[in-house]
């Protein structure tokens, strides 16, 4: 397999000296004529039953080819032969959900989860029905009816790791979902590691430009299948814009990936060592359950980091409001430095005793480091400590 970086700047462009292209065709159609009305019908009958192409695409929400070449690049990043693409990360996940209900009646998940996932599982409004475990209670938590086994890592917003191998081995025949957002292809492939399906929230790394909301699943082909009939019949659709916008930014993933995660090491010891700051919880510190694993199951300890103020919500609200480089607003993996308040904001759908014992502290700031000068970040985020500081003091 080529590496992340070339894969990254070829994948799903194969095609392209054969239909005489350099850059993706943006195909907008909502709909595509039928004049064979033999071909027409079982082209739509592949298309519903989950097939990835067909000589017609017939409709939009059937297939689309630009979403597809973005698909198939995701899918060589990931090191699959399928990846599906949603209209967002939530809605990639609740495909998944949705297929997984086809096989038992319940899933196993590890905290802590992106806030809304978090919800979605808790609240069932699927249907499905959520065990909450920890990674060490997985094998004995397994029973003919667990569908799935879901995990985040490095997970939302902690940092902390969970050991993918290990979780594949307790979870025996039953597939495991690893949220692999804060990670990208270019730092952690799961399915070498015995994952079934590898989620991301495109809206992210992936897109990284803050321009495109979208989600997808690298995964075999089985549950490909699956999960396009769920797309098909639920219509959780990317617009093709999206996939084009996406497709787009991959050449330059591991060069943004890289360069943040570098940013990051430098930051994370710079903010550690700061009187207002409390403790740094990254990968690259040390400082996160199962650090370990970075060298690893991970390529780097990546760009996200949270911290804790001295000064507890005062202190981390004085924070938000006092930056000027980093925007201060929720999601993360984009060119910009983005700083946001879990307990406040992402994390705010899930109940207090488990942002509690999850460590969502009233003076958690979650950090997202960006592309800029180093210095020119280190500048921005010591002046909002400063004044942090300061008002503290006052
Ligand atoms: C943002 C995010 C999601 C949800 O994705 P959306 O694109 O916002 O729907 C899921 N998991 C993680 C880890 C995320 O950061």
Not at 165 to 187: E, I, M, N
Not at 237 to 249: E, V
Not at 322 to 339: C, E, F, H, R, Y
Not at 351 to 369: E, K, N
Request: hydrophobic share 50%.
């Amino acid at each position: 397999m080529a590496h992340p970086e070339t894969l990254g700047v070829h994948a799903g462009r194969e095609a392209f000296s054969e239909l005489g292209v350099h850059a993706p065709p943006l195909d907008l159609s909502t709909t595509y004529p039928v004049r064979d009305l033999g071909d027409g019908t079982a082209s739509f009958d592949a298309l519903v039953g989950g097939a990835a192409t067909a000589a017609n695409p017939i409709y939009a929400r059937l297939h689309n080819p630009t979403v597809a070449r973005f698909e198939n690049a995701l899918a060589q990043l990931e090191g699959t032969t399928d990846a599906v693409a949603f209209g967002s990360g939530m809605a990639a996940m609740s495909a998944c959900l949705l297929a997984a209900g086809q096989r038992g009646q319940h899933v196993l998940a590890v905290r802590p989860l992106y806030g809304t996932t978090d919800h979605l599982l808790n609240s069932g409004l699927l249907g499905i029905r959520t065990r909450w475990v920890r990674p060490e209670e997985v094998a004995a938590a397994i029973d003919v009816d667990t569908a799935l086994v879901i995990i985040e890592t490095p997970a939302n917003p902690t940092l902390d790791l969970i050991d993918i191998a290990a979780v594949v081995k307790a979870a025996d025949a039953v597939p495991v979902l690893v949220d692999s957002t804060f990670a990208t292809p270019v730092l952690q492939q799961p399915v070498a590691l015995g994952a079934t399906l590898v989620l991301h929230s495109a809206t992210k790394f992936l897109g990284g430009h803050g321009d495109v909301i979208a989600g997808v699943v690298a995964c075999n082909a089985d549950w490909a299948v699956a999960l396009r009939q769920v797309r098909a019949a639920t219509g959780g659709l990317l617009h093709p814009l999206g996939a084009y916008m996406l497709h787009r930014g991959l050449p330059t993933l591991s060069l943004r990936v890289l360069k943040a995660q570098q940013n990051a090491q430098i930051l994370a010891e710079r903010l550690a060592a700061h009187a207002m700051v409390a403790k740094v919880s990254y990968p690259g510190l040390g400082t996160v359950t199962q650090a370990h694993l970075v060298g690893t199951q991970m390529r780097g300890p990546g760009s996200l980091m949270a911290f804790e103020m001295r000064g507890g919500h005062a202190a981390a609200a004085r924070v938000m409001a006092a930056v000027k480089l980093a925007t201060p607003a929720v999601s993360l993996g984009s060119v910009d430095t983005l700083i946001q308040h879990p307990a406040g904001l992402t994390h705010r759908v899930v109940d207090a005793a488990t942002q509690a014992q999850h460590g969502i502290t009233p003076g958690l700031l979650r950090l997202s480091v960006g592309i800029e000068h180093v210095e020119d970040v280190w500048d921005d985020l010591r002046q909002a400590l400063d004044a942090a500081r300061l008002s503290a003091a006052a």
